[in-house]
């Protein structure tokens, strides 16, 4: 199947600790993002890349750093976890910036 | 700031019913407006958009209006259906740049 594909799809850890999560697309696309969603469904762009390359990075702590290996994975990374970051993650890619945007299933973070 | 401005923030409407969200923008170089809609436990996945040069665009049951002078555009869902409940973001954007959603519409379609 094409698609964008997010790892885990939960992760509940406890504050302080460290965590990834994986984010893969099939589609070819050039352009990958992480957006956070907060329980009131507002959807926030935290990191945008293109061809490896960062070119949006939104004002988010600097305890999160996106990775981005190649064109088809961008990891997203979390250090100091805080009860705030307690979200949905989505993943998204599009073929550039500014067009359709194709979006993960998303990965639930719990910190308690 | 907020680039585009969505409303209202839920709506509940009965079955067969037409519901519309309606969004605001500010900056006329958008040339991009599309709709997502989202069930719960999903991501976001796109319904239906429009380019600045027309005026009303339709799929299926899914109508995006679009007033370029009042820089308002409107997602009207004819003959809505509980399955149409989800929520829904509009965006903005200029080709080649950034993506910015609305703040997004809880729809609840009563059978």
């Known amino acids: 199947d094409t698609a964008v594909s997010q790892t885990p799809k939960y992760l509940v850890t406890q504050m302080g600790n460290d965590k990834s999560i994986k984010c893969e697309q099939n589609?070819?696309?050039?352009?990958m993002y992480w957006y956070k969603q907060d329980s009131k469904k507002f959807l926030k762009i935290m990191f945008s890349?293109?061809?490896?390359?960062?070119?949006i990075n939104e004002t988010v702590p600097n305890r999160f750093s996106p990775k981005s290996p190649d064109k088809a994975h961008l990891n997203l990374h979390i250090n100091s976890l805080e009860l705030g970051d307690s979200a949905v993650y989505f993943c998204?890619?599009?073929?550039?910036?500014?067009?359709?945007?194709?979006f993960g299933p998303g990965t639930r973070l719990t910190v308690l | 700031q907020q680039q585009v401005k969505q409303s209202p923030q839920s709506l509940i409407v009965q079955k067969g019913g037409i519901p519309i969200i309606n969004c605001a923008y500010e900056?006329?170089?958008?040339?991009?407006f599309p709709w997502y809609q989202q069930f719960p436990g999903k991501g976001p996945a796109l319904l239906i958009a429009?380019?600045?040069?027309?005026s009303e665009k339709k799929e299926g049951r899914f109508t995006i209006s679009f007033n370029k002078s009042a820089k308002q555009f409107s997602l009207h869902i004819m003959d809505s259906q509980p399955g149409d409940s989800a929520t829904y973001f509009c965006?903005?954007?200029?080709?080649?740049?950034?993506?910015?959603f609305g703040t997004g519409t809880s729809l609840t379609v009563i059978p």
């Open positions: 965006a903005a954007s200029i080709a080649g740049n950034q993506f910015y």
């Open positions: 900056n006329t170089a958008f040339d991009y």
């Open positions: 890349y293109n061809n490896k390359e960062l070119i």
């Open positions: 998204a890619s599009s073929l550039r910036s500014g067009v359709e945007q194709f």
């Open positions: 429009i380019r600045p040069d027309v």
């Open positions: 589609l070819g696309h050039d352009t």
